[in-house]
């Protein structure tokens, strides 16, 4: 059985001489409240995507064997992440936008992408992948 619990203290920091820091009793400074819920992973996977594509591009690395060196993950994980840069123009855009996932695991993965980014027809991916929307994400 796994305990969690969460503290929460207001306290400030002053400077004293010879650069020691003195904890005080006081008010937090605001925080700005965010929306529940996170960016999906798959709309951080295709912005890291068109990310390294561009530094593809400009020749500021290599290739994508040198990505993968420098992420420390597999060439077959960066060619997985790449792939989604072979999907439509309009379905990239929509990953951009998928809805935040309040919590929990997010409706749409990679696995279930992948096989649509390998149809070499944009006129084909656009059906497959209005049928997984539609799946993952009912109204």
């Known amino acids: ?61 290599r290739d994508y064997a040198a990505l993968a060196r420098l992420g420390h993950v597999s060439r077959a994980r960066i060619t997985q992440i790449m792939n989604l840069l072979l999907l439509a123009p309009d379905i990239q855009e929509q990953l951009l936008f998928l809805p935040e996932t309040p919590r929990g695991r997010d409706p749409i993965h990679l696995r279930q992408l992948q096989p649509i980014a390998l149809l070499p027809d944009w006129n084909d991916q656009r059906p497959r992948w209005r049928r997984l929307l539609a799946y993952a994400l009912p109204r």
């Open 1 to 61: 059985m796994t305990l969690s619990c969460v503290f929460s203290a207001s306290v400030q920091v002053r400077q004293r001489h010879r650069g020691r820091r003195q904890l005080e009793p006081g008010a937090a400074p605001e925080r700005p409240q965010l929306p529940p819920g996170r960016v999906s992973r798959l709309a951080r996977l295709m912005a890291l995507a068109i990310k390294l594509d561009g530094l593809v591009r400009r020749g500021i690395v």
